[in-house]
């Protein structure tokens, strides 16, 4: 049972307008959820972080909102740039276990044109 | 510069043929782990270790084996390798506080 779950495989957006990567969860204890993105033939590298208590955080270009009660994540990335083309991860953490282990989506590719 | 380092990159073995895959990582952080990454069904844990001499099972374990002697070197060994165990993996190291993943560059294996 996929408990992070990225229902889009892939995406497309032109250079400079809004991308929007969603992300569901099942999983009521996930109290921290964080984007990564990932190059081909390179790890997933952090990317933006939010809390279970807010409902938003902005990074730069980069903004990712938080629907606790549709349990609903999204990551917007204003505006895009043909180097955010990537694999994007979401991932959630229960933090009342032991184990620091991320649970990841299948991730969204994203594809940035010029 | 905070680093994850995994060797091989790339690895082709047969069937049975032991073989670790290293990592280190130089930021003094107690927990590490391992992941596989397949095609259709992203990152999935393999173990992970609290500290040293601390390690547990992740998510699909089986085939696997770890192990933690010094802080900062966490090891995945395969014992009898499979060909269903053809995969990315990649070591990661989290900096607790912030629940933030730290991934190696990843270890491409093929099992044949």
């Known amino acids: 049972d996929q408990q992070v779950k990225q229902n889009s495989p892939s995406l497309s957006v032109q250079e400079g307008r809004i991308s929007i990567l969603n992300c569901d969860y099942t999983?009521?204890?996930?109290?921290?959820f964080l984007w990564y993105k990932k190059y081909p033939a390179e790890g997933p590298t952090f990317l933006i972080s939010?809390?279970?208590?807010?409902d938003k955080n902005e990074d730069g270009r980069f903004t990712v909102f938080l629907n606790k009660s549709a349990k609903h994540l999204s990551l917007h990335i204003v505006p895009s740039q043909p180097g955010d083309s990537a694999v994007y991860f979401c991932?959630?953490?229960?933090?009342?276990?032991?184990?620091?282990?991320?649970?990841f989506g299948k991730g969204t590719l994203l594809t940035v044109n010029p | 510069e905070a680093q994850v380092t995994q060797n091989p990159r790339y690895l082709i073995t047969v069937t049975g043929k032991k073989l670790t895959v290293t990592c280190s990582q130089n930021?003094?952080?107690?927990?590490m782990s391992w992941y596989r990454q397949d095609p259709g069904l992203g990152l999935r844990q393999i173990y992970y270790s609290m500290n040293v001499e601390v390690t547990d099972k992740g998510d699909v374990p089986e085939g696997y084996k770890v192990s933690r002697k010094e802080k900062r070197n966490f090891p995945l060994i395969l014992e009898s390798p499979s060909p269903n165990q053809t995969s990315l993996y990649f070591c990661?190291?989290?900096?607790?506080?912030?629940?933030?993943?730290?991934f190696g560059e990843g270890s491409r294996l093929t099992v044949l």
């Open positions: 990661a190291s989290t900096r607790v506080a912030t629940g933030e993943l730290f």
């Open positions: 930021m003094n952080h107690e927990y």
């Open positions: 999983n009521s204890m996930f109290d921290y």
């Open positions: 939010i809390s279970s208590i807010k």
């Open positions: 991932a959630a953490r229960d933090s009342g276990g032991s184990n620091y282990k991320l649970t």
